[in-house]
């Protein structure tokens, strides 16, 4: 069955790294748009990267500079390292594919990342 899960969340200070990844299997990985989201509590879950079958990228404004994501079609895995971390970069992060044919859409279960002092 299609399966994503996300690793890699924790605690971290402000201005530090952490790489997530986003492990799929249960469906053709290259076919797929592949993105990262994340939900703060009490807030709407809004897209933070993007990338598409072919390698293009995008980024929410308040991560450019910041954020990267990238995938390995060989490993099934997209990955989003996060630079310069912030306060306000506090939520669960969610890794979604979209089929670009038929637009099926599948989520992860999510990971929590914490930036506190």
């Known amino acids: 069955q299609v399966q994503l899960v996300e690793s890699g969340g924790g605690l971290v200070q402000p201005g530090g790294s952490l790489r997530l990844s986003c492990a799929a299997s249960?469906?053709?990985?290259?076919?797929?748009?592949m993105s990262w989201y994340r939900q703060a509590p009490g807030k709407e879950r809004v897209m933070v990267a993007i990338?598409?079958?072919?390698?293009?990228?995008n980024s929410a404004d308040s991560v450019r500079g910041r954020f990267t994501i990238t995938r390995d079609n060989a490993k099934k895995t997209v990955y989003l390292q996060m630079n310069n971390l912030k306060p306000e970069d506090t939520a669960v992060y969610y890794c979604?594919?979209?089929?670009?044919?038929?637009?099926?859409?599948?989520w992860g279960q999510g990971t929590q990342v914490t930036v506190s002092s």
């Open positions: 979604k594919a979209r089929a670009t044919m038929s637009g099926n859409e599948y």
């Open positions: 249960g469906f053709l990985f290259s076919n797929y748009v």
């Open positions: 990338i598409s079958a072919g390698g293009s990228t």
